[in-house]
């Protein structure tokens, strides 16, 4: 089990970083989703696996009977996924006003902030 | 009394909860946030008293017992940077006060500084990796919303390469909390930290180490991951950008301390050299980057860089001395790299530009601000008496008694390059003549009227005479933070504090 989620979460980030080194922004913006989403997926494998055994107390114990599913990690990864949801939303914002602004989803455009022209000025 | 813990994040909270409560009314913004930054400032002192009298203060938050609970510690290097938070907070207030277009204060200016405040104390404060991740995301998604606000080409551009570098960051960083947790079990700092300390894990530790190395790396601008921030920080707000350059690189050099202080103590001789590397380059990189600029914000912008190599470097020593002259150097830099961007944007509202071939004569217009920006800008190439000579004395001392000798050269001879871009804006910008005025960009003259130079003049005036009084006096602040580098060497205290227990 721990190995299909692993090859998961490998592939995830290969095609988000994949993504992220293509020249449109659009393709950045989903490749830090998957990227996003790869991360979530290790946490919770490297969380351990526990199938079927949830942290319930049985009745006349004080304390869950091992093994069982270790709920941190998904608490975790709930957070991370809506803060994830959260930033994702505004970078999808953002990157429609840079197209607005800048006329292109080319990120090779966008390189008035780093360029000095020859006079030593800003383009 | 642990509860003052609680007290810089409340403070900007309910700052930023009242702006918005006033969206309409940004004259009443305004004085809130004042009051808010104030606030601030008083709880920063006050922390930072009870912590220099009675030891690592810490609080959970609803009682969970640690390492179960949010926990909330304050140690004297979180204390201090707190503080330094609390004045730069209600420095740039004050500025904003005068500088600060309509527009963005209709887009919501004051409560994103407030939530920016909020997340940056947030970091310094807790005590558990994951809650510092959660912090690191309030403070970008702030910084995010901040930097894009002018909505012209380049905060685009600035904007769209700050965002997605950082989100890679926060990506690795959550991929390293998880690996982390799997290794360990917690995620409590203290709890690592004794965890690690009795031995009692192994796992792929080094990996972990470098993920985050590299994310904190990528937010505090290390060599060579600092591509995003001169891209970006010169296209945002003066205001905006001293409170960026001042705060948000350095939480992620406070967060490389900390990690590396707290967790990943072992095998210190094996990453040192690294980090002595990483911290050398980025020094030289970025005062080359500096020297080939010729507009000032971009200059500043890449000596940002230069002296995060020195807050590296000391934590690359890895001695009392150097961690004690990385934290002097962090408020000596937050200091004098403010008051040098405040000191522009008068500069840039007195003359309509910022860029050098434009500039000229303002010694002989403007002596006060010349006087402003020569302060700060001595102190951070490191002249005596001021700050900066006894922020590098310190570190260069510290390497030449670990023998480190290749990295103490690149510190002196950045030094000096740091020093020559300094000359280079003071004989451009404010000794030459002015040059002519071209007939094709007719200059409306611009204007500072009395009240609003005097609220630029007063922030940036008390940040440079900072520097000097640190370096006229900087026996109370080594021995501050002296006392601070024997705390981050010896956890004990630290773990005590959060875990219960005798030290």
Known sequence: MESVFAVVAGVLYATGLYLMVRRSIVKTIFGLALLGNGANLLIFTVGRLTAGRPPYIPFGESAPLPPVADPLPQALILTAIVIGFGVQAFALVLIKRVYQTVGSDDVDKMTTTDTITDHGGIP | ?503
């Open chain 2, 1 to 503: 009394m642990n509860h003052l813990l609680f007290l810089p994040l409340l403070i900007p909270l309910a700052t930023a909860v009242s702006c918005l409560a006033l969206w309409h009314r940004h004259d009443l913004q305004r004085m809130v946030s004042l009051a808010g930054a104030s606030a601030l400032l008083l709880a920063g002192g006050t922390l930072l008293t009870a912590v220099r009298h009675r030891g690592v203060l810490s609080v959970q938050a609803g009682n969970w017992t640690a390492p179960f609970g949010i926990t909330l510690v304050a140690d004297l290097f979180s204390a201090v940077m707190v503080c330094v938070t609390g004045v730069m907070g209600l420095a740039v207030a004050i500025y904003a006060l005068a500088d600060t277009a309509p527009e963005d204060e209709r887009q919501g200016y004051h409560p994103l500084m407030q939530i920016l405040l909020l997340g940056v104390c947030g970091s310094f404060l807790t005590g558990d990796i994951f809650n510092l991740y959660v912090w690191f995301e309030t403070m970008l998604i702030a910084s995010f919303v901040l930097l894009a606000m002018g909505g012209k080409r380049a905060n685009m551009e600035g904007a769209i390469k700050y965002v997605v570098l950082n989100l890679i960051a926060s990506s690795l960083f959550l991929a390293a909390v998880g690996i982390l947790y799997g290794v360990a079990g917690t995620l409590n700092m203290a709890d690592l930290s004794r965890l690690l300390r009795d031995a009692e894990v192994s796992g792929p530790l080094p990996v972990i180490a470098i993920l985050f190395f590299t994310a904190f790396g990528i937010k505090a601008a290390v060599f060579p991951l600092f591509f995003w921030l001169p891209a970006a920080y010169h296209t945002a707000p003066i205001a905006v950008t001293t409170i960026f350059s001042a705060l948000l690189t350095k939480v992620g050099v406070y967060a490389l301390i900390k990690i590396f202080t707290l967790i990943f103590f072992n095998e210190t001789e094996a990453w040192q050299p690294y980090i002595l590397a990483v911290a050398g380059l980025t020094m030289v990189v970025g005062v080359l980057g500096a020297i080939a600029q010729h507009e000032m914000r971009r200059l500043l912008s890449f000596h940002i860089i230069s002296q995060i190599g020195y807050l590296i470097m000391g934590l690359g020593l890895l001695t009392r001395l150097s961690l004690a002259g990385t934290i002097y150097f962090m408020i000596h830099v937050i200091a004098a790299k403010s008051a040098l961007f405040l000191a522009t944007g008068m500069v840039l509202r007195l003359s309509g530009t910022t860029e050098l071939k434009k500039l000229g004569g303002l010694y002989r217009t403007q002596p006060f601000v010349s006087a402003l920006f020569l302060l700060p800008a001595l102190a951070l190439a490191g002249i005596p008496p001021l700050s900066g000579f006894w922020a590098k004395l310190a570190l260069v001392w510290a390497g030449l008694e670990t023998g480190r000798f290749i990295v103490v050269a690149a510190a002196l001879l950045v030094s000096i390059l740091t020093l020559f871009s300094m000359i280079k804006i003071w004989s451009e910008a404010f000794w030459k003549a002015r040059p002519a005025v071209e007939e094709t960009a007719p200059q409306s003259a611009p204007s500072l009227p009395g009240a609003s130079f005097w609220l630029m003049a007063a922030p940036t005036g008390f940040l440079g005479l900072t520097t000097a009084v640190m370096g006229l006096y900087p026996e109370p602040f080594y021995a501050l933070c002296l006392e601070a580098a024997s705390q981050l060497l010896e956890p004990t205290a630290y773990i005590a504090a959060v875990l219960g227990g005798t030290p």
